[in-house]
């Protein structure tokens, strides 16, 4: 018998002859076409009977098969979104009206009944997707997933969800996961985090239940969970920070918005890729990160009052600058970003030593330094361009400091005693490249923090309570590894009855990671490490319960750097929660009213209190050129008779001041927070510290109503006591009215009565 499968030529097992068709570039039919299969039989001899067998049927059955595994296919392959040219997220009703039960219940494989409820749809899909990834079936991942935990541990579907999930995560150790390339895995992903949320289904809906996951959103738990197992998604200490970040009001993430992200991150990537090339005679040895540089949002550079536009480029190692010449770009500046001491801060600008616009950074070793970079970042269609290069700055400058202080020397011999200490330094450049990363990538998105520095992980964790801990935790996750043999028997020599090495690593003072990674005790160089919450928390570091995979991915449990960026967190909430507190009681009597009235008076009037200012300098001649300068001008006005311009004139400069002011607010220059009246809290107090602070209130109210009975005294004494001919005159214009209505009545006798006592 000679008998074969045919297909069309010309289709390519594709139903569009163009192949432009969004499923055709994975070689799979569309399930919209018909089949172009068929069965030619060809009989070699009697012997067989072929034309007994009904074609037809066995066709039939044959396209069933196909069309159910290409379907499969093309489902697990193809994305629910497609990118525009306008490169925005367009969903796909296609995909959407399909019901997904039916395209995965055919290849479900695990059994969905559990002892604590039946497995949602999300959870289903993860597991199964996540177990033919790795090799496997559902079932068989189920199996195994059982045979290594506790059976409280394996009741919990969610646990399930994280071992399928975190074991294809762990196979690779890039510093960005190749899958995210791919939108399937994008979406894969985004059902993970749904089938971890909610790993059961719910009551009302375990009947009809469908996949449409375009209209759920992911809420914080999940995304504080899933989201940093993936290489450069994420870190563990600013994850609920960029979580409020892309949610914004919302009360999750959607799956367009998570595509979004995940778009731009990439595009961030590919971006820094075409910068190094382009740089790559200068900058060989060193990252290129972000460059700044346009003519409709430029940088300027102020030196001795004079601000020169060029071109920013930060790497992981230095700020460089570029200024724009005549003829192209100048030779560029270097600062470099590694010596210990500097620093970067928000700074304002303006010509003549003013300042004015409050869109810049400093970049110096102190008040005093010499070596100081004032780069003013102009940004014409916001306010964040400034904070968000001051939260780059500060990125890398924090970095090397943490690099100094947590980690070994280059030349310590100990770091070839630790396998893979050596590349420890390059996984922190690496994590803080990537955290700048994520914030341009929301920079694009315009969805970033009123403070961008809690984006970045290193600059968030300095001023963060419990920081400390969890710049250690970092510390052992980026140095830590398996310790050489040969380095245990030359610091460990074994002696007689002397218990195994494993045992004398573990008595003596190293850090240990969850995975058995070994921090040496010489590196713990910090003064943090004798702290009491360190002691505390290295303590009780080795207790572990779940299936460990790396030291950043364990199942049913809590990684160190994942338990200290917790604890930080909590820590942050509940200092929040008490300024609030605190806030909140300070809002009510009198503090607040006394903030109010201050407000007024300070802020409310600042420009006639500088005004009468300049006017007393003016006054005392404190500055003689300033003086004689207004004398003559205002001589000037006088005598040529333009007073009656002063007012129009007034009115026009106020005009032009209101709009120069709107432009810069609108560039970003000004600031943030310029405008707005800021009540200033007093801080908190306990009963006696009121009780002195009312009488303290009341001897200042005393003191300016004697202040103010002086200035009336004042003003009667030289009203009415000066020279005699003076105060006659003063009565008589007083009292000449009532003298004239008396003498009209005849009454001329109490008029001279008068006048005697006079």
């Known amino acids: 018998m000679l008998s074969k499968f045919c297909a069309s030529p010309s289709s390519g097992f594709c139903g569009h002859g163009n192949g432009n068709h969004p499923l055709c570039r994975f070689g799979y039919a569309s399930r919209y076409d018909k089949p172009r299969f068929r069965i ?19 066709q039939e059955k044959l396209n069933s098969w196909l069309l159910k595994t290409q379907s499969f296919l093309s489902e697990v392959t193809s994305p629910l979104v497609r990118t ?8 796909r009703d296609a995909f959407e009206t399909q019901d997904m039960d039916d395209i995965f219940m055919a290849e479900q494989t695990i059994n969905s009944r559990t002892p604590n409820g039946i497995l949602s749809l999300a959870a289903i899909v993860s597991v199964e997707q996540f177990s033919r990834m790795n090799g496997l079936t559902g079932q068989k991942m189920q199996k195994i997933f059982k045979a290594l935990v506790p059976e409280s541990t394996y009741n919990d579907a969610r646990n399930l969800v994280e071992y399928c999930c975190f074991r294809f995560l762990s196979r690779d ?3 960005i996961h190749p899958s995210l390339k791919e939108p399937a895995f ?3 992903i985004f059902i993970t985090m749904l089938a971890w949320e909610n790993p059961y289904q719910e009551h009302l809906a375990s009947g009809s239940e469908k996949a449409s996951f375009q209209r759920k959103l992911v809420r914080e738990e999940a995304f504080v969970r899933l989201a940093p197992a993936i290489s450069g998604v994420a870190d563990r200490s600013t994850v609920h920070n960029l979580f409020k970040a892309l949610a914004g009001d919302e009360q999750g993430i959607s799956l367009s918005l998570w595509l979004t992200y995940v778009d731009e991150l990439l595009k961030v990537h590919e971006g820094r890729k075409s910068y190094q090339i382009r740089e790559s005679l200068n900058l060989s040895e060193e990252r290129i990160l972000c460059i700044g540089s346009s003519r409709k949002r430029p940088v300027l550079k102020w030196e001795n009052n004079m601000a020169w536009p060029g071109k920013v480029t930060l790497t992981d190692k230095a700020i460089y600058f570029e200024a724009a010449g005549l003829f192209g770009q100048n030779d560029s500046m270097k600062l470099d970003l590694t010596r210990p001491g500097l620093r970067v801060e928000k700074a304002k600008v303006g010509p003549f030593g003013s300042v004015l616009f409050d869109s810049a950074v400093c970049i110096s070793y102190g008040p005093e330094s010499k070596d100081t970079w004032l780069l003013e970042f102009v940004d014409l269609g916001g306010e964040m361009r400034r904070d968000v290069w001051h939260a780059f700055i500060s990125e890398i400058i924090v970095l090397h400091k943490f690099i100094g202080e947590y980690g070994p020397k280059e030349d310590d011999e100990s770091l070839f005693h630790v396998y893979g200490a050596h590349k420890g330094k390059e996984r922190a450049i690496t994590s803080a490249i990537n955290s700048i990363a994520r914030l341009q990538a929301l920079q694009f998105m315009r969805k970033l923090l009123d403070d961008p520095t809690k984006l970045v992980q290193f600059t968030y964790l300095q001023y963060a309570p419990y920081g400390d801990i969890v710049s250690q935790a970092l510390a052992v996750n980026y140095w830590g590894g398996p310790l050489i043999s040969k380095f245990i028997e030359e610091h460990n020599p074994p002696a007689q009855g002397a218990r195994p090495s494993s045992e004398m690593i573990e008595s003596s003072n190293h850090v240990f990671d969850i995975d058995g990674s070994v921090y040496l005790h010489k590196w713990k160089t910090s003064p943090s490490w004798a702290s009491s919450a360190s002691v505390s928390f290295w303590k009780n570091a080795s207790i572990r319960q779940g299936v460990v995979l790396s030291k950043n991915l364990v199942v049913a449990d809590s990684a160190l750097v994942e338990r200290a960026a917790g604890t930080c967190k909590q820590k942050s909430q509940a200092a929040e929660k008490t300024q609030a507190t605190i806030d909140a009681a300070m809002l009510k009597g009198i503090p607040s009213n006394i903030d109010l009235f201050k407000v007024g008076s300070e802020e409310l009037l600042l420009p006639l209190t500088i005004i009468a200012t300049r006017f007393e300098k003016l006054r005392h001649w404190e500055e003689p050129h300033l003086t004689i300068s207004f004398l003559a001008f205002s001589y000037t006005i006088i005598f040529r008779n333009l007073l009656s311009y002063i007012f129009p004139t007034a009115l026009i400069i106020l005009a032009t001041g209101m709009l120069t002011l709107k432009g810069l607010k609108e560039q970003g220059r000004l600031g943030r927070s310029f405008g707005m009246i800021t009540l200033r809290d007093q801080p908190p107090s306990n009963t006696i510290e009121k009780i002195i602070a009312v009488k303290d209130g009341m001897r200042d109210v005393e003191n300016y109503l004697q202040s103010l009975n002086v200035t009336l005294l004042k003003i009667h004494t030289i009203i009415l006591s000066g020279q005699p001919q003076f105060s006659s005159l003063c009565h008589s214009n007083m009292f000449l009215p009532f003298l004239s209505s ?17």
Do not use: F
């Open 173 to 175: 150790a890039s510093d």
């Open 186 to 188: 994008q979406r894969l």
């Open 742 to 758: 008396i003498s009209s009545h005849g009454s001329l006798s109490s008029g001279g009565r008068w006048s005697k006592d006079s």
């Open 84 to 91: 525009s040219q306008s490169g925005k997220p367009v969903t």
């Open 40 to 58: 030619v039989g060809q009989s070699l001899g009697d012997r067989w009977k072929l034309n007994d067998v009904d074609a037809n049927a066995v």
